[in-house]
């Protein structure tokens, strides 16, 4: 792969508006479709904000009515927001191009940045993003101190999270340890080229997360590097190790063609 170049557009006080950024990816998507520049990764922070994936249910919405992002990137419902580092690698790949390898990409390049701030994170079969795994079911506990074996949201098909207050709230999933995600992905491959990336939680307000079921989980939650490690790990930080395990993995990759 050829030499990747970072771009930031905009952190902090300068966060850049999710429609605004979206309006860039679709630029420097077609000037690297066209060769008129190298494998680009947008790097910035947004204003508040929820966009839905195409596979996004309605049960998994708002229930206030907040307005969403509808956009043209896979996966579910998600936020983005202050204190998160979100990534667009616009990446030309051969043809028909492995989706899969290349998720797998972006998740090894974060992984590696968590290793570095010392936080163990992994993959989950079947769930896209890097994780921080829980405890097994039976030894995990609700927020008052209460064992339990089994999960609601695994036995009730009409469970809803968004319902059922801070006992089930995608934020408090570390307190009760169990499966929470720490950075999400979803793409979308035009032409070739990749666009849309990945949100790496670094110290945001992840109580936005619990007015949505977030990537459409309902059985996991959502984690930070700062809560995770206890201490303030800030988007400013995160950004040249990011950088630095994206351009180690990213311009090493041969990505072949998805077989067919």
């Known amino acids: 792969m050829n030499e990747l ?10 966060a850049v508006e999710y429609e605004e950024a979206w309006q860039e990816q679709r630029r420097v998507h077609a000037d690297r479709f066209a060769d008129e520049i190298s494998d680009t990764c947008l790097l910035l922070e947004h204003p508040p904000v929820y966009t839905a994936g195409r ?3 309605v049960s998994e919405r708002p229930l206030d009515g907040t307005p969403v992002v509808d956009v043209d990137r896979g996966g579910k419902i998600t936020w983005h927001g202050p204190g998160q580092l979100v990534g667009y690698p616009i990446l030309k790949l051969p043809r028909p191009v492995d989706v899969v390898a290349h998720v797998r990409r972006l998740e090894e390049a974060l992984i590696l940045t968590c290793a570095e701030f010392g936080l163990g994170t992994t993959r989950v079969e079947g769930r896209s993003g890097v994780w921080v795994l829980g405890d097994p079911v039976e030894q995990r506990s ?13 036995e009730d098909e009409e469970f809803d999270p968004r319902l059922n207050g801070p006992d089930y709230a ?3 999933a570390g307190q009760r340890r169990e499966d929470r995600k720490l950075a999400a992905i979803g793409i979308r491959v035009a032409k070739g080229v990749t666009m849309h990336g ?5 110290d945001p307000d992840n109580t936005w997360f619990d007015r949505i079921v977030p990537c459409g989980i ?7 590097l700062s809560g995770e490690l206890g201490r303030k790990v800030s988007v400013e930080e995160v950004v040249p190790v990011v950088e630095k395990h994206l351009r180690g993995v990213l311009e090493a990759a041969e990505p072949k063609p998805r077989a067919v």
């Open 5 to 14: 170049r970072f771009v930031h557009l905009g952190f902090g006080a300068d």
């Open 55 to 57: 596979r996004t249910e």
């Open 142 to 154: 609700l927020l008052g101190g209460l064992s339990f074996d089994f999960d609601p949201r695994l």
């Open 170 to 172: 995608p934020s408090n």
């Open 198 to 202: 990945f949100a790496l939680n670094c």
């Open 218 to 224: 309902r059985d996991a939650g959502v984690a930070s």
